[in-house]
């Protein structure tokens, strides 16, 4: 028997092609993985980044990202539409309008605890790594930008007394009370949080209730203030508010969490944040940005230079008596080179350079020019003469 060996040929079946992932598209879906992975450790064990209330425009994703606390102001910086010196790689944040920005942005930091319970529709997502921040570097933004113009930059934390006012905020919330005597003593007046709100466990007798308290009052302040003045939306420049709360740090610390003082100031401060953030859109139609960073505690203390509440008021009576320049000049200080510095320098380096390359290059055309053979207007006068 003889047994040939030949290719067995099968007709009608089709290899089924392997399909090769694209590496940028891998790289997005670790990228992904990992934030998902990192925001379920931060959602459980974390502090929290909530968003009250933002505009159509700003588009917040729907997720547990994790967020670092040090990125928070650039964070604030790109909703209302500025430039940050390093890209955020944070997918939270979708890309937004180039043709709109928010009126206004508000950023509350409350401290002694990790997240509030706020409704469930609002996009909220872990902050790892609480370091203290400021927003100071989106208030010089504003203010650079905004010369021209009166924006309204406030901040503010009434625990320690430390309140900064720039533009229209001097003229708005000149009758704010911003000092802990000042804040009491309107406590003690008609239509305080004292009479309004349901205290229940919290007692006015007690040093740790009366700041917490201080604070709510703060924020009620504001939301009147705010209504008085609807005429700021209309205003070209953005506004900046910038809160910290450490009031309920202070009841914790002597109650504990498992208090029902705790309880009832907490559910007193998160009714108040709602209604500070409607208040906010309300004021600016529905073009602000509302964020609210709850921190059981910082990581670090922070340590910044800040402006003293009777410095800001001798500013008030004398704007012109003290100017930063003259401050400057004691240490003998250079001024401040702004980031776009490094932009600004190359294009006038690499203009001057190809500008000089050209002059040479012409130069040297010129200088071995022919003039009868190079030049029509010498030809044409060459004709024109042989043809006399």
């Not at 670090?300 to 320049?325: E, V």
Request: hydrophobic share 40%.
């Amino acid at each position: 028997m003889l047994l040939i060996n030949s290719p067995c040929h099968v007709t009608g079946v089709a290899r089924k092609p392997v399909h090769q992932k694209n590496p940028a598209e891998m790289n997005r879906t670790i990228i992904k993985t990992v934030f998902a992975l990192l925001g379920l450790l931060s959602g459980v064990l974390g502090d929290s980044l909530t968003v009250l209330r933002s505009p159509p425009y700003v588009t917040f994703q729907d997720g547990q990202w994790p967020i670092s606390g040090e990125k928070v102001p650039d964070l604030v910086a790109l909703t209302m539409g500025f430039s940050i010196r390093e890209d955020l790689d944070w997918p939270g944040l979708a890309a937004g309008s180039l043709f709109q920005r928010p009126r206004a942005n508000a950023l509350i930091v409350v401290r002694g605890l990790d997240s509030l319970d706020f409704p469930k529709n609002i996009s909220s997502y872990p902050l790892e790594n609480p370091v203290p921040f400021t927003l100071d570097s989106v208030a010089n933004t504003v203010h650079t930008l905004f010369a021209g113009s009166t924006p309204v930059v406030l901040q503010l934390a009434p625990s320690e007394e430390r309140l900064y006012m720039m533009g229209m905020a001097n003229t708005v919330f000149e009758d704010l009370p911003v000092t802990l005597q000042q804040i009491r003593g309107r406590l003690s007046q008609d239509g305080s949080v004292l009479t309004s709100l349901p205290l229940i466990s919290l007692s006015r007798n007690n040093e740790a209730d009366l700041l917490f308290l201080s604070e709510v009052q703060v924020l009620y302040d504001i939301s009147a203030l705010l209504q008085k003045h609807k005429h700021l939306a209309k205003d070209p420049a953005p506004d900046l508010y910038s809160l910290e709360l450490a009031g309920l740090e202070e009841i914790v610390r002597r109650y504990g969490t498992d208090s029902p003082q705790f309880a009832d100031a907490t559910r007193i401060l998160t009714s108040t944040l709602q209604k500070f953030a409607d208040d906010v859109a309300n004021v600016y139609a529905n073009n602000a940005v509302v964020e609210v960073v709850t921190v059981k505690t910082f990581e670090a203390p922070l340590t910044r230079k800040s402006r003293s509440i009777l410095q800001i008021g001798t500013r008030r009576k004398n704007r012109f008596k003290t100017t930063s320049s003259n401050q400057g000049s004691l240490y003998n200080l250079a001024y401040k080179y702004d980031y776009d510095y490094a932009v600004v320098f190359n294009i006038v380096l690499w203009l001057m350079i190809v500008l000089a390359l050209a002059v040479i290059v012409i130069s040297y055309n010129l200088w071995n020019m022919d003039p009868g053979y190079d030049s029509i207007i010498y030809r044409m006068t060459n004709q024109k003469i042989r043809l006399d």
